[in-house]
Nanobody, 123 residues
Framework: VQLQASGGGLVQAGGSLRLSCAAA????????MGWFRQAPGKEREFVAAVDWRGSNAFAADSVKGRFTISRDNTKNTVYLQMNSLKPEDTGVYYCAASLFAVGSRRSENYRYWGQGTLVTVSS
């Protein structure tokens, strides 16, 4: 499975972006999917995850109420809608396909990773 993340860019604080993660090679409709991010000089951290059906989604406390993960299995694509962005949201965002049908906060539960897309939030 190849995952291609896109939609990153430069945005002012308070703005919005929508990231997309398209899967190629085989369908990911049976996999939980997740988004992680890595800020400069920091470790990668969990952002949000969703189960294979898109019916059970959850997010890190730091983004809860601002970020929403969703998926369209007909398009083999997962999305991350990011609103009310803050400078501390800056980083490279990675999408990943889980080993399981549910999403997870643990990066070790993900088998396939995209190349990342850079999000920069200016103050």
């Amino acid at each position: 499975v190849q995952l291609q993340a896109s939609g990153g860019g430069l945005v002012q604080a308070g703005g919005s972006l929508r990231l997309s993660c398209a899967a190629a090679g085989r369908a990911t409709s049976n996999n939980g999917m997740g988004w992680f991010r890595q800020a400069p000089g920091k470790e990668r951290e969990f952002v949000a995850a969703v189960d294979w059906r898109g019916s059970n989604a959850f997010a890190a406390d730091s983004v809860k109420g601002r970020f929403t993960i969703s998926r369209d299995n007909t398009k083999n694509t997962v999305y991350l809608q990011m609103n009310s962005l803050k400078p501390e949201d800056t980083g490279v965002y990675y999408c990943a396909a889980s080993l399981f049908a549910v999403g997870s906060r643990r990066s070790e539960n993900y088998r396939y990773w995209g190349q990342g897309t850079l999000v920069t939030v200016s103050s």
